[in-house]
T-cell receptor, first 114, second 114 residues
């Protein structure tokens, strides 16, 4: 199984500011995925982070709001820009297993925007 | 497009009683099916998965789920629950052959009462 470390684990931020979330994996992976879990709701895929190319965003999510970097095969960042209270959520990164038979998740970053 | 429906948002049950958490899915292609568990303030952990073969899959802590293709269901069951099973349970689906991107249900909060 993959070990995924996310930083920070939680943060409280002022509206209008930005927060960058880091995701480190203990093995090289082609694709990394970023999900959002709004309070009391399920997980929604934000984007797929590909090494060496632009991230692919799902409907309803845009690069200006959620820029993603993927500098190498073990690391990615997600930035939540110009935050508002509606951005208060848990953000999780995920990687597929070798063979793509399951997905592993980080512990998540609990973001509160005040 | 795929979708997952978890019919019960909250399931309270007494300790040592049986429980069933319901999950139905919709997909135009063959799928992989998963149950993930999220304990309070923690990330997602894979509970069990169906990829192919036997339609009954089991976890190490006594949960089981049965894939029913005709009813497009993947209900999760446990014959006797413990207080420690209190958590949020998410059913998820991916395209067959690739568990990279998951579509999640809305989740079921299982609360085990003493």
């Amino acid at each position: 199984s993959a070990v995924i470390s996310q930083k920070p684990s939680r943060d409280i931020c002022q509206r209008g500011t930005s927060l960058t979330i880091q995701c480190q994996v203990d093995s090289q992976v082609t694709m990394m995925f970023w999900y959002r879990q709004q309070p009391g709701q399920s997980l929604t895929l934000i984007a797929t982070a590909n090494q060496g190319s632009e991230a692919t965003y799902e409907s309803g999510f845009v690069i200006d709001k959620f820029p993603i970097s993927r500098p190498n095969l073990t690391f990615s960042t997600l930035t939540v820009s110009n935050m508002s209270p509606e951005d208060s959520s848990i953000y999780l990164c995920s990687v597929p297993s070798t063979g793509n038979t399951e997905a592993f998740f980080g512990q998540g970053t609990r973001l509160t925007v005040v | 497009a795929q979708s997952v429906t978890q019919l019960d948002s909250q399931v309270p049950v007494f300790e040592e009683a049986p429980v069933e958490l319901r999950c139905n899915y919709s997909s135009s292609v063959s799928v992989y099916l998963f149950w993930y568990v999220q304990y309070p303030n923690q990330g997602l952990q894979l509970l069990l998965k169906y990829l192919s073969g036997s339609t009954l899959v089991e976890s190490i802590n006594g949960f089981e789920a049965e894939f029913n293709k005709s009813q497009t269901s993947f209900h999760l069951r446990k014959p006797s629950v413990h207080i420690s099973d209190t958590a949020e349970y998410f059913c998820a689906v991916s395209d067959y052959g690739s568990a990279r991107q998951l579509t999640f249900g809305s989740g079921t909060q299982l609360t085990v009462l003493p």
